[in-house]
């Protein structure tokens, strides 16, 4: 079987369902407007160069998490599924995606946004395997931590194969999509790594080393970028 993965956030959504999620928490009163936006603006600055700090950052991210029950929480979700979500899930991801399935091939999501956020996304997609950071949650509530290595970078490598090794899973090539620099560990992991809608970094790299590029964000199919 072959195998084909695709990073969440600005790949097969148009946006970031984790700053999403500032946003929402921000729409509900649930954390201080001015704070809160000031420090999520900025993660996602350095995540933009390349530069996060995976472990500050879920710091700050969890912590909501923990400060509110969790039966608000799924309220909350499912408003922000509808509000925020659905509006950004672009056609011809969704086309990219069921490509992949009418061939016969695995379909995973891996993304470092934690599972509590992209678990319905993923049902959305209809794709049952999704690789995500996982938030602690104990005697009912999250505790503001995670479990295990976070699905950021060289951790998409590491869950990746953790998943094949507990499958007993070999598989007869990968391919992988995402729009980012910091993915670039996984893309050149995989027999075939597609640059999708790519940041600068990204781009060069794609440039280099012969990858293929394409946009999602056109019309209802992907279409390749030269």
Known sequence: MQLAIFDLDNTLLGGDSDYLWGQHLMEKGAVSRARFEEDNQRFMRDYEAGRLDIDTFLQFALKP?????????????????????RPRILPAARALVEDHRSRGHGLMIITATNRFITEPIAELFNIPVLLATEPEFSNGAFTGRHRGVPTFREGKITALQQWLDDEGRMMEAMHFYSDSQNDLPLLAHVDHPV?????????????ERGWPVMTLRDGEAPRALT
């Open 65 to 85: 998490l923990a400060d509110t029950p969790y039966e608000t929480l799924c309220e909350w979700r499912r408003e922000f599924i509808e509000s925020h979500i």
């Open 195 to 207: 640059a999708v809608d790519p940041d600068p970094v990204l781009a060069a790299a794609a440039r």
